[in-house]
């Protein structure tokens, strides 16, 4: 029944490892994203595929790397962490379609800690 | 010219209160301005939004009001309930692609 779906929901992990993050949403959108939500709560895009095409490639380090394997799924790829990648990472995604386009769903979110 | 402004930081309101948040933004080609509401340990969810065409819009206990000529925009929540107790984030979008940016957020707490 989940709308968007992030794993893992907690990632600890140390500096200069490489780790993923993986979203799905079943609600037929065609758009997904990647945010960071650091810990004053403020949330700032990453990126955004529209069926499978990069559409919006903010100003992110080249360690962050997204895959959109299909609409469906887009995932985060990190190298070489850092102590300031730690944050909550969401996902979400959208339709331009219907009465509820543009309306951005979104993930519950992982949260990342850098040690 | 992308930042939406938001005010207050962080509010109390007592229950049955009035809670109000503000928000500002620069950029005219913004065309769609939303409001997320964020519990903790949970993503933000659309609350309501609103397109530059209307100055009001009303739903349930929650309302916008949208001035265009000021480029401002603003939250009311009628009868605050301690359950509304979240961060609030207003959001404008411009362009095809729905690139929203969000402001800074507002944390609600309602107190009995």
């Known amino acids: 029944d989940t709308a968007v779906s992030q794993t893992p929901k907690y990632l600890v992990t140390q500096m200069g490892n490489d780790k993923s993050i993986k979203c799905e949403q079943n609600?037929?959108?065609?758009?997904m994203y990647w945010y960071k939500q650091d810990s004053k709560k403020f949330l700032k895009i990453m990126f955004s595929y529209n069926n499978k095409e990069l559409i919006i490639n903010e100003t992110v380090p080249n360690r962050f790397s997204p895959k959109s394997p299909d609409k469906a799924h887009l995932n985060l790829h990190i190298n070489s962490l850092e102590l300031g990648d730690s944050a909550v990472y969401f996902c979400?995604?959208?339709?331009?379609?219907?009465?509820?386009?543009?309306?951005?769903?979104f993930g519950p979110g992982t949260r990342l800690t850098v040690l | 010219q992308q930042q939406v402004k938001q005010s207050p930081q962080s509010l109390i309101v007592q229950k049955g209160g009035i809670s109000i948040i503000n928000c500002a933004y620069e950029n005219t080609a913004f065309d769609y301005f939303p409001w997320y509401q964020q519990f903790p340990g949970k993503g933000p969810a659309l609350l309501i939004a609103?397109?530059?065409?209307?100055s009001e819009k009303k739903e349930g206990r929650f309302t916008i009001s949208f001035n265009k000529s000021a480029k401002q925009f603003s939250l009311h929540i009628m009868d605050s309930q301690p359950g509304d107790s979240a961060t609030y984030f207003c959001a404008a979008r411009a362009g095809g692609y729905q690139k929203v940016t969000f402001g800074t957020g507002t944390k609600l707490q309602v107190i009995p």
């Open positions: 609103i397109r530059p065409d209307v």
């Open positions: 979400a995604s959208s339709s331009r379609q219907g009465l509820a386009g543009f309306e951005q769903f």
């Open positions: 609600l037929g959108h065609d758009t």
